[in-house]
């Protein structure tokens, strides 16, 4: 139990370390995502430009 908790410790923290960069890379994707889909309507509602 106890080499067990030892193990899992240090585990979970780099988890959370983990989940901190993820959250800062998953607001970079959401914002990339936000643009490529602005884009994509103006493509879509004025197809003469492209």
Same mark, same amino acid.
């Given at each position: 139990? #106890? /080499?067990? *908790?030892?193990? #899992?410790?240090?585990?979970?923290?780099?988890?959370? +370390?983990l !989940?901190? /960069?993820?959250?800062?890379? !998953?607001? %970079?994707?959401? +914002?990339?995502? %936000? #643009?490529?889909? #602005?884009? *994509?309507?103006? +493509? *879509? *509602?004025?197809p !003469?430009? %492209?």
């Open positions: 139990m #106890v /080499k067990w *908790l030892l193990w #899992v410790s240090p585990d979970r923290y780099r988890l959370e +370390a !989940e901190r /960069k993820l959250g800062r890379m !998953e607001a %970079f994707l959401l +914002a990339l995502t %936000f #643009v490529l889909v #602005v884009y *994509l309507l103006i +493509a *879509l *509602l004025q !003469e430009r %492209f």
